[in-house]
């Protein structure tokens, strides 16, 4: 059965770090375009960032860029987010999501997503 496990997500001051990642289960990431996508309560489901299967490529949302950083370790079949700079607008459940596309893919389209995390709940808050 293939699975994505976010972990990392908690309690956070504003202006505070934290380090996402996201694990495959029953099938390996090297092929995969990764995409982490956020959901505040009561508010629509965003793309934050994406990387491609070899990770050279990358896309953030404007919200986020130059705080967040995505990248991958394919021999740990696993894809980070790390996120400076935390702001209460950041507090949201981060789901990390997988598609099978060609290597220059890496756009953070949710529903072109095959893959999803059950997600890990980031709160940032004093």
């Known amino acids: 059965q293939l699975q994505l496990v976010e972990s990392g997500g908690g309690l956070v001051q504003p202006g505070g770090s934290l380090r996402l990642s996201c694990a495959a289960s029953g099938f390996t990431l090297n092929y995969y375009t990764i995409g982490w996508f956020r959901q505040a309560p009561g508010k629509e489901r965003e793309g934050v960032s994406c990387?491609?299967?070899?990770?050279?490529?990358?896309n953030y949302a404007a919200s986020v860029k130059g705080r967040f950083i995505i990248s991958r370790d394919n021999a740990k079949n696993t894809v980070y987010l790390q996120m400076n700079s935390l702001e209460p607008e950041d507090t949201a459940v981060y789901y990390c999501?997988?598609?099978?596309?060609?290597?220059?893919?890496?756009?953070?389209?949710?529903?072109?997503?095959?893959?999803w995390g059950k997600g890990t709940p980031v709160t940032v808050s004093s």
């Open positions: 990387i491609n299967s070899s990770g050279g490529m990358t």
């Open positions: 999501a997988a598609v099978h596309r060609g290597s220059s893919y890496c756009s953070m389209y949710a529903d072109a997503m095959d893959y």
